[in-house]
């Protein structure tokens, strides 16, 4: 029975990214190499995404409204909200899924050595905050990891 | 000046560069800045922009780790820098666009850090905690103070001789001081430990 379920689960889940698969622009440098990791993570996932290379990748950041706290890498943009550093996959699906009111988007700041991208393949992710943000410059914990 | 940190790198890229003409590779297109000033400045600005992210990325914003994949490197030499921009995959790829005056310019700014002892004050869970290297009076040191919630927090630094501060949300404050004792304690702060070398 517990194996049914967890078969269930597994095809619900595959079901819902797929049909979530979204397009998504990815603003990085050419010399990030766990950027390109991260975006080879999401191309698995069954997403659409186009990579840009902007010339001022921090004008670029700043234009797009990312906060300086939340800094990381790259910046995805996906149906019009913000998307920065190694967030997982699972936490992006969900957040376009149902985005909270006057939500802007998601990051998680820095370079966590355990996070998407950056781990070695098979390593659970841990050791980093998924955190939201809106447009009047909040915070919140979407998942701790 | 040519101080024993120059001799030191001067040497290192005398043997980065085997087979090259010592000469050349110190006096040519591709030799350090001559002026301190001028070449400190211009690391910390590599270090807070290099390849369209920065440094601190990966290290913190003053190199000193900040719990990020990198870690601490403030006072790191030259060599240990060549060695992980050759072998360090993440690092591989930005090797290329940093001529050797970039790496010595943002070697001497991890210098110039490595030489001002860290002071770590860090809120979260709802407290804040303190992390020290070895302080010695009157020489400057280096406070960050980083605030790992979502709400401001005020931290009064009248101890130290400081105006109080306030940290925004998952924001960090960078401030030179100049301690007037070797050890202090601030109201608020849970007792202060010993920071390790590393602060991953």
């Not at chain 2, 914003?61 to 921009?85: D, K, N, P």
């Not at chain 2, 404050?173 to 004792?181: C, E, G, K, M, N």
Request: net charge negative.
């Amino acid at each position: 029975m517990k194996t049914l379920l967890r078969s269930t689960a597994v095809i619900l889940v595959m079901i819902f990214s797929f049909a979530f698969a979204e397009a998504i622009t990815v603003y990085k440098s050419p010399t990030c190499g766990c950027c390109q990791e991260w975006v080879g993570l999401m191309e698995s996932a069954g997403h659409s995404v186009t990579v840009e290379h902007p010339v001022d990748l921090d004008k670029t950041k700043q234009q797009l409204g990312v906060p300086k706290a939340l800094g990381s890498c790259h910046t995805a943009v996906i149906n019009g909200y913000l998307f920065e550093g190694h967030i997982p996959e699972v936490d992006i699906v969900a957040f376009l899924a149902n985005p909270p009111v006057g939500a802007k988007g998601l990051a998680v700041p820095g370079m966590p050595a355990r996070s998407p991208g950056m781990a070695a393949q098979g390593q659970a992710y841990q050791g980093f905050k998924v955190i939201g943000f809106d447009d009047q410059g909040n915070y919140s914990l979407a998942r701790q990891y | 000046m040519f101080g024993p940190k120059r001799f030191v790198q001067a040497c290192t890229i005398v043997l980065a560069l085997a087979g090259i003409e010592p000469v050349l590779a110190a006096a040519g297109d591709e030799s350090p800045e001559d002026d301190p000033a001028a070449a400190l400045a211009a690391g910390q600005e590599l270090y807070l922009s290099a390849g369209g992210y920065g440094c601190l990325v990966c290290h913190g914003q003053v190199a000193h780790g900040a719990g990020q994949v990198g870690g601490m490197i403030r006072g790191a030499t030259l060599a240990q820098f060549q060695t992980s921009l050759e072998q360090v995959p993440v690092m591989a790829l930005l090797a290329p666009s940093l001529s050797m005056t970039d790496r010595l310019n943002i070697v001497e700014y991890l210098n110039y850090l490595g030489d001002l002892p860290l002071v770590s004050l860090t809120y979260r869970d709802g407290h804040w905690q303190a992390q020290t290297q070895v302080l010695q009076v009157g020489q400057w040191a280096q406070l960050v103070l980083y605030n790992d919630s979502f709400e401001t927090q005020s931290l009064d630094l009248a101890e130290l001789g400081l105006a109080t501060l306030a940290v925004l949300p998952l924001a960090t404050l960078d401030i030179l001081w100049r301690p007037t004792s070797a050890s202090f304690a601030l109201a608020g702060v849970a007792p202060i430990q010993a920071m390790p070398l590393d602060l991953r």
